[in-house]
């Protein structure tokens, strides 16, 4: 006899992810006690970048994958090793990314070449051992707006806020060579991706 599906209850100031296509961060603020009618749990998130909470049942939510040791080898496009994120609160920017990433993936080999290379320079800078706490802060922000742009139809990108962040990167980590050398790598591939 197969077991019931687990039901998804997460606690207050929990990072999850909201939605089932476009998926947004956000952070639970309270959840009910018991499951409802239909058998799952109503939770309090407040999404990223909103005023109001919005009541979402467990089902419409799962947790941010690098934020939860529980999900090891499971598929998580960014895992943040050797790093201290707590003291940086890149939390919301990395799960930012991570949700557009997700509906980025799924799309044609240039989408996914995007993702691979959106994901690999968010690691790296956030592991990185020479560029100072609030560059990283900076960098990973500009990443982030691009990484939201991308997920964008073209018709709908801000072409001026994407040229400045794509501008500005390059500059923002020449004190780190190794991420000088992914940007040689990969800029390109962000580049056409964006239609710069």
């Given at each position: 006899?197969a077991?019931p599906?687990?039901?998804?209850?997460?606690g207050?100031?929990?990072?999850?992810?909201?939605?089932?296509?476009?998926?947004?961060?956000?952070?639970v603020?309270?959840?009910?006690?018991?499951?409802?009618?239909?058998?799952?749990?109503?939770?309090?998130?407040?999404?990223?970048?909103?005023?109001?909470?919005?009541?979402?049942?467990?089902?419409?939510?799962?947790?941010?994958?690098?934020?939860?040791?529980?999900?090891?080898?499971?598929?998580?496009?960014?895992?943040?090793?050797?790093?201290?994120?707590?003291?940086?609160?890149?939390?919301?920017?990395?799960?930012t990314?991570?949700?557009?990433?997700?509906?980025?993936?799924?799309?044609?080999e240039?989408?996914?070449?995007?993702?691979?290379?959106?994901?690999?320079?968010?690691?790296?800078?956030?592991?990185?051992?020479?560029?100072?706490d609030?560059?990283?802060?900076?960098?990973?922000?500009?990443?982030?707006?691009?990484?939201?742009?991308?997920?964008?139809?073209?018709?709908?990108?801000?072409?001026?806020?994407?040229?400045?962040?794509?501008?500005?990167?390059?500059?923002?980590?020449?004190?780190?060579?190794d991420?000088?050398?992914?940007?040689?790598?990969?800029?390109?591939?962000?580049?056409?991706?964006?239609?710069?």
């Amino acid at each position: 006899m197969a077991k019931p599906p687990k039901k998804n209850r997460f606690g207050p100031g929990r990072r999850v992810l909201v939605g089932t296509i476009a998926m947004r961060p956000g952070t639970v603020q309270a959840v009910d006690d018991a499951p409802s009618i239909m058998g799952e749990f109503v939770h309090n998130v407040l999404v990223d970048g909103e005023l109001q909470a919005r009541r979402v049942v467990g089902c419409d939510m799962q947790p941010i994958p690098e934020l939860d040791d529980d999900l090891r080898g499971a598929n998580r496009p960014i895992y943040i090793q050797n790093s201290n994120v707590a003291n940086l609160n890149l939390g919301s920017q990395v799960g930012t990314i991570h949700a557009a990433l997700q509906s980025i993936s799924g799309g044609s080999e240039a989408e996914r070449e995007f993702a691979r290379a959106i994901e690999q320079l968010t690691q790296a800078v956030v592991s990185n051992a020479t560029l100072p706490d609030s560059d990283k802060q900076e960098v990973v922000q500009a990443l982030s707006t691009i990484v939201e742009q991308g997920a964008k139809k073209p018709e709908q990108r801000s072409k001026g806020v994407l040229k400045a962040a794509v501008a500005w990167l390059p500059t923002a980590i020449t004190t780190a060579a190794d991420l000088t050398t992914l940007w040689e790598q990969y800029g390109p591939i962000i580049k056409v991706h964006l239609g710069l």
